[in-house]
């Protein structure tokens, strides 16, 4: 793909807040249990370490508290196996990591996120503690709509990142991946509109383009719309049923160069753990994009890391290019398949 530089010290650098997440164990409720386990999540970081287990060079740009919890949030950014070149850490007396809590749902009672990250470090991170040279460091700058709805100061740098970026002949990837706790509808749809005519390569689901975007029409019609009105070249939707918190379908649709592509859906997912699945997408299809695969292969890389990334515990995909692409070939066999992997 003509838009995506060939060669940097990075393929992918991702920028976005990395958080504590505590969580009940075996499905607990928040309010009956009396242990968390602590482990670390943020969509952003989820997507650069899910890329880099793939095999992709990823680096993240955040900003974390200088005491031992951001020290614990920085070891599991290298178990990762992202690089922490750009981390900034924050040593002010207002220091804090943003913390949110998990509670696994099982039908009929939903899962739940309780959010604890107001003024965390993240938020006072400046385009002055970013070294310039990161400008030309990076393939694809990834960042969601998350780091937009953090506040004015972290939004003004993320959106500078991305002008920087585009300007440096860097390919923008953009999750919408709208959370209506952080902020409304109408100022997600002013500050995202204006984010658009930079992005490259936009993940959007069709829920949030019908309420959030107020989009209308087919999904095809929809989707074809990001391209035609603001540029972008690759349009990715996932589709997820959720049959209950512990059974989804999964698959996605993916608009590119004039044509839509798409599979048949991974039906009944034995899910384990939900959250970061969207994220573990993301980071098969620009896998695949900065693997030089065709757009079709990228969708396919993105749906089996998702669907595989549902069925382990906590935020981040520790999937193996081996492992995927045999979840791949299974997926597309129509014969007699092994019960077990020996």
């Known amino acids: ?99 949110y809590y998990y509670e696994s749902g099982v039908y009929p009672r939903k899962s739940a996120v309780v959010y604890d990250r107001a003024n965390a470090s993240v938020c ?50 953009f999750d919408v991946n709208y959370r209506a706790a952080l902020w409304s509808e109408e100022e997600a749809k002013a500050v995202i509109e204006m984010v658009l005519p930079y992005v490259d390569i936009l993940f959007v689901s069709e829920e949030t383009s019908r309420r959030m975007m107020q989009k209308t029409g087919t999904l095809d019609e929809i989707m074809k719309s990001y391209s035609d009105t603001y540029g ?17 379908n999964f698959g996605s649709r993916v608009y590119f160069d004039g044509k839509f592509y798409e599979e048949p859906h991974y039906k009944n997912i034995e899910v384990i753990d939900r959250l970061g699945s969207g994220d573990a997408y993301v980071a098969g299809v620009l896998f695949g994009i900065l693997s030089g695969k065709s757009v079709e292969d990228a969708m396919s890389y993105g749906n089996a890391l998702s669907a595989i990334k549902n ?14 692409e045999s979840v791949i070939k299974s997926h597309k066999s129509t014969g007699v398949q092994d019960e077990m992997v020996r």
């Open 1 to 99: 793909m003509d838009f995506i530089k060939q060669n940097a010290e990075f393929d992918l650098i991702s920028f976005g807040e990395v958080m504590l997440r505590l969580s009940p164990p075996d499905k607990e409720k928040i309010s009956q249990g009396e242990v968390f386990e602590k482990n670390c999540g943020g969509s952003e970081f989820n997507v650069a370490s899910g890329a880099a287990n793939l095999g992709i060079r990823s680096a993240i740009v955040t900003k974390l508290p200088k005491n031992k919890i951001g020290h614990y949030i920085s070891r599991r950014i290298r178990y990762g196996t992202v690089s922490d070149d750009y981390v900034v850490w924050d040593e002010s007396d207002n220091k804090r990591l943003g913390i």
């Open 124 to 173: 006072s991170l400046k385009l002055s503690e970013i070294p310039d040279e990161i400008y030309e460091k990076t393939r694809i700058f990834h960042i969601s709509s998350i780091s937009l709805a953090l506040g004015e100061n972290l939004r003004e740098t993320a959106i500078q990142m991305i002008k920087l970026m585009k300007k440096n002949g860097v390919a923008i990837s």
């Open 311 to 324: 069925t382990v515990s906590g935020d981040m995909s520790i999937s193996s290019i081996d492992e995927v």
């Open 232 to 248: 972008c070249k690759i349009v990715a939707t996932t589709r997820r049923e959720a049959v209950s918190p512990t059974k989804h």
